[in-house]
C-alpha cells in the first residue's frame, strides 16, 4: 500500500514509518516538524541524540534500501497544500499521528490551550474535509486515546468505543442502541481526542470515510525490530514533565539516582502498551479495512492497566531507587478502577507484550548511556490544571514535595 503517516517524526509515529516500510508499504512522512521546536521552546531534548528527518530517511534507504518519502506540511495551516498533495499521491491509507499529544502541555498555559486546540481540532477537520473534496477513497486510521474515556470507577469494563444502551421509547417499549461511550475528557488534549471521535462520526455517515479510531492506552519502551537496525534511527525519548510518559520517566529516574516522582497517592490506574506492540496495533487496523459506509470502528489498544504507585514501587524494588510522593499537578480522582476490553485486537492476533524485567532493563540501559543528556530540573511535572492547583506544586527539583519513602 501506499500510506501516508501524518505525524511520522515523532515518539509513535517514527518506529510505524519503520515498521511499515519494513513490510514493504510506500510510505510518506507529513509533518511540521512541530515537536522538534517545543523541544526548543521547553529547553528540554529528547534523551536519545536525534538526527534530522532527512538524516533518519537516508540511513533507513542506506541500511535496508527502502525509502521512507517526507514532506514538510502543516495539517492544520496548510490546506490547499495538504489538499493538492492528497490528490496527487493519493494514498491507500492514512494514519493520522499529527495531533499535540502532551497532556501536561495543553495545560500549561491558555496559550498552550488554544495551540492544542487549533492545532489537533483543525487539524483533524482540514485531513476529513480534503479527502471529501478530492474524492479520496482512503482507509484513515487515527491514534486516539484512552483518555476520551475518563478515569472515573463504574464498576464495570470499558467497550470498545460504543456503549450498547436500552432507551425507553413514548409507548414504554425499549428499544436498543449503541452510543459513543461517554466522553470524560480529563485536559484540553482529551478534549480535542473527544471532539475528533464527533467529526469522524459525522464524516462516516455523511460522506462514508473509512475509518478506525485507535483508543491508546500509555506508551512505554525505546526500541522496535527496526529502530535497532542502526543507531542513528534511534526512537525520541522523553523524560520531562510534560511529555515524558510515566514508566518511561520512572526509569530515566531509576537510572540517574533521581527519586521516583509519584503524584498525589498514585492510586491512579492507567492503561498501558509497549512501543512494539503499538507499531503492529497500527499494521493490525490498516489490514482490518472498514467499508464505506460503515461506522467508525474503534479499537481499544492496550495490553494491561497498572497504578501508578506499584509501578513505582515495581522500579524501586528492581533498582532500589527511592520513591518522592509529591502534590499532584492535575484535577482528577485520587483513586481509580480501570478495566478495559481490547478483544479486537487480541481475535486479531496481537501477542501482547507485557511488563518483563529484561524489557525494563532495555529501557535502563538506554537511560543509563544517554543520562549525561538529562537536566534535571525538567523532570518534575510542574504543569498544573488550574490556578488553585499551580499553588500548591512545588517546582524546585531539590525540594521533593511531601515524603520520601525507601
Given amino acids: ?67 521512507i518519502h517526507f514532506h514538510l506540511i502543516d495539517l492544520a495551516k496548510d490546506y490547499d497544500v495538504l489538499k493538492n498533495w492528497l490528490a496527487e499521491h493519493r494514498p491507500d491509507a492514512i494514519v493520522h499521528f499529527a495531533e499535540q499529544r502532551a497532556a501536561p502541555y495543553s495545560m500549561k498555559s491558555d496559550k498552550h490551550k488554544n495551540y492544542t486546540v487549533n492545532n489537533n481540532v483543525s487539524g483533524t477537520h482540514n485531513l476529513l474535509n480534503a479527502m471529501v473534496e478530492i474524492g479520496l477513497d482512503a482507509h484513515l486510521v487515527h491514534l486516539g486515546t484512552m483518555g476520551v474515556y475518563g478515569y472515573s470507577t463504574v464498576g464495570a469494563a470499558i467497550p470498545e468505543g460504543y456503549l450498547p444502551v436500552g432507551i425507553e421509547t413514548m409507548d414504554g417499549e425499549t428499544v436498543k442502541q449503541d452510543i459513543l461511550y461517554p466522553a470524560n ?57 510534560d511529555y515524558g510518559t510515566v514508566l518511561n520517566r520512572f526509569l530515566i529516574q531509576a537510572a540517574i539516582d533521581f527519586p521516583l516522582t509519584v503524584h498525589g497517592t498514585g492510586g491512579q490506574t492507567r492503561a498501558f502498551i509497549h512501543i512494539q506492540d503499538s507499531v503492529r496495533c497500527i499494521e493490525l487496523a490498516l489490514n482490518e479495512t472498514p467499508k464505506a459506509g460503515d461506522p467508525v470502528r474503534i479499537f481499544n489498544q492496550m495490553t494491561e492497566t497498572h497504578r ?94 511531601l515524603k520520601i519513602v525507601s
Fill in 185 to 241: 475528557p480529563g485536559s484540553i488534549y482529551h478534549m480535542t481526542k473527544c471532539l475528533d471521535q464527533l467529526l469522524f462520526q459525522f464524516y462516516a455517515k455523511n460522506d462514508q470515510v473509512r475509518i478506525t479510531d485507535l483508543h491508546q492506552g500509555i506508551v512505554w519502551g525505546t526500541h522496535t525490530e527496526q529502530t535497532r537496525v542502526h543507531p542513528q534511527l534511534i526512537n525520541r525519548f522523553d523524560y520531562d514533565g
Fill in 308 to 401: 501508578v504507585r506499584d509501578l513505582a514501587e515495581m522500579i524501586a524494588n528492581l533498582t532500589g531507587a527511592k520513591i518522592a510522593y509529591l502534590p499532584n499537578p492535575r484535577k482528577e480522582a485520587v483513586e481509580n478502577e480501570l478495566v478495559v476490553k481490547n478483544d479486537q485486537f487480541l481475535a486479531l492476533g496481537l501477542d501482547p507484550i507485557t511488563l518483563e524485567n529484561g524489557l525494563l532493563d532495555e529501557v535502563m540501559e538506554v537511560a543509563k548511556k544517554f543520562a549525561y543528556r538529562v537536566d534535571r530540573s525538567r523532570i518534575p511535572a510542574v504543569s498544573a490544571w488550574t490556578k488553585d492547583i499551580s499553588k500548591t506544586v512545588e517546582a524546585d527539583p531539590e525540594k521533593l514535595g
Fill in 1 to 67: 500500500m501506499k500510506i501516508a503517516v501524518l505525524g511520522g517524526d515523532g515518539f509513535v509515529g517514527w518506529p510505524t514509518c519503520l515498521h511499515l516500510s519494513d513490510k514493504g508499504h510506500e510510505v510518506h512522512i507529513i509533518d511540521n516538524l512541530s515537536r522538534r521546536w517545543i523541544d526548543t521552546e521547553l529547553g528540554v531534548q529528547s534523551l536519545t541524540p536525534m538526527d534530522s528527518i532527512q538524516e533518519r530517511t537516508r540511513i533507513w534507504h542506506e541500511e535496508t534500501g527502502r525509502r
